[in-house]
């Protein structure tokens, strides 16, 4: 399994307080994602990265910005949280491979919930 | 696009039952195919997968899925029920092309197992 660490594992925060997850993984992938779990919805793509410096939007990315100053650690940061933002937050990544299938390895979650 | 459509938010099968769990996909070239499971407070690990060559994928745990790509289908099936196996489920899709290779998940199945 990918050694993959998230924290906080667990945060209760305030609504307007700046929030930020860290990740990191010592397998040295290249691509790294967030994803927010919610029940209904499943799992839902926040940002992406795909090496250090590059990242990219997924389908949920308002109210989210990310940075990844090296391989090995990928944040999450909610500038100004919301009720809405309550959640829990996976961050995967991906080797990169010649086969290239996509898998993901995901760490253990960190619970996010904004009063 | 693509998208995932599990049918039943909720499954429930009896110990030593056959358990099938539904999943729809769509997706403008042959997809990459995924099933996770997670148990209660753990991030999500995968079952099996497909990509290409034979479309009846085994995965861990007994489980096994069968790509049809006349019926846009990947279903996961078990022969017979464990307690162990009760768990949320989710179906995954990943475009083949590239763009950091983004899964694209169901909103998952929990499945229940009773004595």
């Known amino acids: 399994d990918a050694g993959i660490t998230q924290s906080p594992r667990h945060k209760v925060t305030e609504t307007g307080t700046p929030v930020t997850l860290r990740c990191h993984q010592t397998?040295?992938?290249?691509?790294m994602y967030w994803y927010r779990q919610d029940p209904g919805h499943g799992l839902r793509l926040i940002h992406y990265?795909?090496?250090?410096?590059?990242?990219d939007k997924g389908e949920v990315s308002d109210g989210y910005s990310v940075s990844r100053s090296k391989t090995e650690d990928f944040l999450l940061t909610l500038e100004s949280a919301t009720s809405s933002q309550t959640s829990v937050y996976f961050c995967?990544?991906?080797?990169?491979?010649?086969?290239?299938?996509?898998?993901?390895?995901f760490g253990e979650g960190s619970r996010l919930t904004v009063l | 696009a693509q998208s995932v459509t599990q049918l039943g938010s909720h499954v429930s099968v009896s110990e030593g039952a056959l358990v099938l769990l539904r999943c729809n996909y769509s997706?403008?070239?042959?997809?990459?195919l995924f099933w996770y499971v997670q148990y209660p407070n753990q991030g999500l690990q995968l079952l099996l997968k497909?990509?290409?060559?034979?479309?009846l994928v085994k995965g861990i745990n007994g489980f096994e899925a069968e790509f049809k790509k006349s019926e846009t289908s990947f279903h996961l099936t078990k022969p017979s029920a464990h307690m162990s196996d009760a768990a949320e489920y989710f179906c995954?899709?990943?475009?083949?092309?590239?763009?950091?290779?983004?899964?694209?998940f169901g909103t998952g199945t929990q499945l229940k197992v009773e004595l």
């Open positions: 995967a990544t991906r080797p990169t491979s010649g086969t290239n299938t996509g898998e993901l390895f």
């Open positions: 397998e040295n992938h290249r691509y």
């Open positions: 990265s795909y090496g250090v410096k590059d990242t």
């Open positions: 997706s403008s070239v042959p997809p990459y």
């Open positions: 497909y990509t290409t060559g034979a479309t």
């Open positions: 995954a899709v990943s475009d083949r092309e590239g763009g950091g290779n983004k899964l694209t």
